[in-house]
T-cell receptor, first 114, second 114 residues
Framework: ETGVTQSPTHLIKTRGQQVTLRCSSQ?????VSWYQQALGQGPQFIFQ???????GRGNFPPRFSGLQFPNYSSELNVNALELDDSALYLC?????????????FGSGTQLSVL | AQSVAQPEDQVNVAEGNPLTVKCTYS??????LFWYVQYPNRGLQFLLK??????LVKGSYGFEAEFNKSQTSFHLKKPSALVSDSALYFC????????????FGSGTRLSIRP
């Protein structure tokens, strides 16, 4: 069983640039969610995709956008990067989108915005 | 609105002693409660969840959690701590009416001394 994989593991960008982070969900999982974890804080929910459709979003501006592909892998895109976007970005997959589903997390992408 | 609080930033326990990591929550509907653990440079790993039924939930690595509806708490416990339990622990809650959104607490760092 292949776990959740994220790429790249580390990334350095400058303010104003755009970034794309990638996530491969665990085999058999059709739901992917993205989280931002700032240093010393808990993960903050960005959005969730279920069968290629966004089905929930947290309090993040529209410059945070995403995609889910037919194989259920996903991308997180962030435009017009700001210094405060520096964080660990976590992807998690689950077998379905129900509230009782446990999440399987990747190891994250550490984004630094200079 | 959903919220979750972990009142202790750090908990220190001697190996072999019992441990408790506290969590309180607030949701408008039925709560779905989770505990996750994060080791350095890793994503979060699922420990246990409460959906409905028995108030004492057993999970991975000998951990258990006690659901208390009147006190809106979901404390994590272990009868005998191991040094290897040292990590960052997150409590999380989902509201059944907004299944996609999961709210994480700020985390509690558990330190087990030999």
């Amino acid at each position: 069983e292949t776990g959740v994989t994220q790429s790249p593991t580390h990334l350095i960008k400058t303010r104003g640039q755009q970034v794309t982070l990638r996530c491969s969900s665990q085999s058999g999982h059709n739901t992917v969610s993205w989280y931002q974890q700032a240093l010393g804080q808990g993960p903050q929910f960005i959005f969730q995709y279920y069968r290629e459709e966004e089905n929930g979003r947290g309090n993040f501006p529209p410059r945070f956008s995403g995609l889910q592909f037919p194989n259920y892998s996903s991308e997180l895109n962030v435009n017009a990067l700001e210094l405060d976007d520096s964080a660990l970005y976590l992807c998690a997959s689950s077998p379905n989108s129900g509230p009782n589903e446990k999440l399987f997390f990747g190891s994250g992408t550490q984004l630094s915005v200079l | 609105a959903q919220s979750v609080a972990q009142p202790e930033d750090q908990v220190n326990v001697a190996e072999g002693n019992p441990l408790t990591v506290k969590c309180t929550y607030s949701v408008s509907g039925n709560p779905y409660l989770f505990w996750y653990v994060q080791y350095p440079n890793r994503g979060l790993q699922f420990l246990l969840k409460y959906i409905t039924g028995d108030n004492l939930v057993k999970g991975s690595y000998g951990f258990e959690a006690e659901f208390n509806k009147s006190q809106t708490s979901f404390h994590l416990k272990k009868p005998s701590a191991l040094v290897s339990d040292s990590a960052l622990y997150f409590c999380a809650v989902r509201d059944g009416s907004s299944a996609s959104k999961i709210i994480f607490g700020s985390g509690t760092r558990l330190s087990i001394r030999p």
